[in-house]
């Protein structure tokens, strides 16, 4: 069966390390990869897209790999901050909708 | 700004009783999305509409029903809500398929 899989526990990081974020799919084909963020109580806010054919992608302190052999996308966040910390979610196209894994939730302390 | 408006934000209804929670978007866009998302869950599409053309999810109970009356609203009404329906109810919008989708901020659903 298709399944989508971010680490379910939550990941806590010191301020200025690098997060690491995991999202693992089986049984899909994406073309493409999106990464929202969410904050609790509000609504999902998109960060990057990366296609099939791009190994990588950044924006700012954020970089995306896509490893369509592997079936995983890791995201990075670099220096990271308390304001960072909130629940990342995954999402890959499936045709006319993306199917959104259940998301990552970070906590980054001073 | 252009944006996803969803209204109200918090709704409580009584078991079984018909409620209605709306979205208008300033941006234009051809989908509108309505997704369920429970408490540490993944955001569950129920239904899109690609401008007038309406598509539902296989599961999405017949108890969900959306309209969209123009391109700028769309609604979602549930004929009687259970205590299995409360949850968040986020509504997106994006300009074809497979582009960025923006999300509205939700409406949070608490039923009695």
């Known amino acids: 069966s298709q399944k989508i899989e971010q680490n379910s526990e939550a990941l806590n990081i010191q301020e200025g390390k690098t997060a690491t974020l995991t999202c693992n799919y089986t049984?899909?084909?994406?073309?493409?990869l999106q990464w929202y963020r969410q904050d609790p109580g509000r609504g999902p806010v998109f960060l990057l897209l990366?296609?099939?054919?791009?190994k990588e992608k950044r924006k700012e302190r954020l970089k995306v790999t896509f490893d369509t052999t592997l079936k995983q996308s890791l995201f990075h966040i670099t220096a990271s901050q308390p304001a960072d910390s909130a629940t990342y979610l995954c999402?890959?196209?499936?045709?006319?909708?993306?199917?959104f894994g259940t998301g990552t939730r970070l906590q980054v302390f001073p | 700004d252009a944006m996803v408006i969803q209204n109200p934000r918090y709704q409580v209804t009584q078991f079984g009783k018909p409620v209605t929670l709306s979205c208008s978007q300033t941006?234009?866009?051809?989908?509108m999305y309505w997704y369920q998302q429970k408490s540490s869950q993944a955001p569950k599409l129920l239904f899109h509409?690609?401008?007038?053309?309406?598509?539902n999810e296989a599961d999405t109970p017949d108890n969900f029903q959306s309209r969209r009356p123009n391109t700028s609203f769309c609604f979602l009404d549930i004929r009687s809500p259970g205590l299995g329906d409360a949850a968040m109810y986020l509504c997106?919008?994006?300009?074809?398929?497979?582009?960025?989708?923006?999300f509205g901020p939700g409406t949070r659903l608490l039923v009695l």
């Open positions: 941006l234009n866009h051809n989908v």
């Open positions: 997106a919008t994006s300009r074809d398929f497979q582009e960025t989708q923006y």
């Open positions: 990366i296609r099939e054919n791009e």
């Open positions: 999402a890959l196209d499936n045709t006319d909708k993306l199917i």
């Open positions: 509409y690609y401008d007038k053309d309406f598509n």
């Open positions: 049984n899909y084909s994406p073309a493409y």
